[in-house]
């Protein structure tokens, strides 16, 4: 079992940032990859950013490339997800999920462990 507790959400100005935090505790996080899923009243759950057990890859959807960077620390069982130049249209919950896949993935049905979730509001 892996838990996944997800961090850093709040209220920003448009143009602002934010870095959400996935805290994992349980079996070897390091062999995870680790995915950023969100969702918007009233919308699908949507991807965000993926990253691999190692860090060494990534990727993202195409609506947060160049803003949103995925990045993990495996000593201290956290992924991170810096959100810069945020956009009113990135309010959303945000959750992050772990999964044994490699290298990554985009697809939430993929994911075996999903945090509760933290809600990100920028307003404009």
């Known amino acids: 079992q892996v838990q996944l507790v997800e961090s850093g959400g709040g209220l920003v100005q448009a143009g602002g940032s934010l870095r959400l935090s996935c805290a994992a505790s349980?079996?070897?996080?390091?062999?995870?990859?680790v995915g950023w899923f969100r969702q918007a009243p009233g919308k699908e759950r949507e991807f965000v950013a993926t990253?691999?057990?190692?860090?060494?890859?990534?990727y993202y959807a195409d609506s947060v490339k160049g803003r949103f960077t995925i990045f993990r620390d495996n000593v201290k069982n956290t992924v991170y997800l810096q959100m810069n130049s945020l956009k009113p249209e990135d309010t959303a919950v945000y959750y992050c999920?772990?999964?044994?896949?490699?290298?990554?993935?985009?697809?939430?049905?993929?994911?075996?462990?999903w945090g509760q979730g933290t809600q990100v509001t920028v307003s404009s």
């Open positions: 990253i691999s057990y190692s860090g060494g890859l990534t």
């Open positions: 349980g079996r070897t996080f390091s062999s995870y990859a």
């Open positions: 999920a772990a999964g044994q896949i490699e290298p990554y993935s985009g697809y939430d049905e993929d994911y075996s462990y």
